[in-house]
């Protein structure tokens, strides 16, 4: 069995997705932990027949449920690798795994991942979403994730970071093929996106991540939302639109990378605005009262 890292998945009827990610990890001999929201599909089968350690929280959120994940598992590695059960482990990126070895990286408490996007089918390259760093592997009980998030699920980690460009994880929702459900999806995500940003604008929830234009993936995003709370609503999601259009080459990503980008470049983030000012009216409404 690997001793150098495990991996926890977060999963919700994933029937169509797990198999996948775990024929992509199945050679490296490493302990699974799923964490389950309660699926009603085959999922539960399907991570047991794998050896997976399996628990089942009820999902309020991401964040949230990353926090408990990482709280109530029993891991035994230095390194915890975090998967969405959507995602897949390339080749490239399994043998820089198979190579891994904790005593090589003395001073470093977490690694970044290269993302590749795909909608519909289609891997989307340009639009500021290639390439994309995300933060899955963390020295466990030394990261933690952020419940200062609403939505995005972010893992952080005290002191070093590195970034691995070479090898990605494939991110392809399948279920999102259908329209129906990746509306539904981002309707729910804007509810609480739109509460997130009413709170830091009210002075109740603030940024763990320190801002920083020239620091890391993370430490960059948070730098670009806080210029984005700045901005004018309603105005920012066309001016967002348009720099992933125009700037960052989203036009060359194709019809079907344009509708992605339109959906969730605009449509997406003018429902937030939308919701964002029925919040604050609802407040000042109740206040009156």
Known sequence: MNTEYSFIILTF??????????QSIAGLNAAIFVLDSYSTDDTLAIAEAAGATVLQ????????????????????????ICLDADQVVTPELQVQLLNFKNEDYPIVNGIYFNRKNFFKGKWLKYGGYYPFYLLKMIRYGTGYSDLNENMDHRLIVPGNTIIWKKGHILEENLKENNIRFWIDKHNRYSDLLALEETERILGIRSQTIKPRFWGSPDERTAWL???WWRLPRYVRPLLYFMYRMVFKLGI???????????????????VVDIKIEEIIKQKQDADRH
């Open 57 to 80: 929280h009820p999902f309020e959120n991401h964040p949230r449920q990353w926090d408990f994940a990482l709280k109530n598992f029993h891991v035994t590695t230095p390194w915890v």
């Open 13 to 22: 009827n994933e029937e169509i997705h797990l198999p996948r990610l775990l």
């Open 252 to 270: 060359l990503d194709g019809r079907t990378g344009i509708i992605f980008h339109f959906l969730q470049g605009f449509w997406f983030r003018l």
């Open 225 to 227: 939302k806080q210029l």
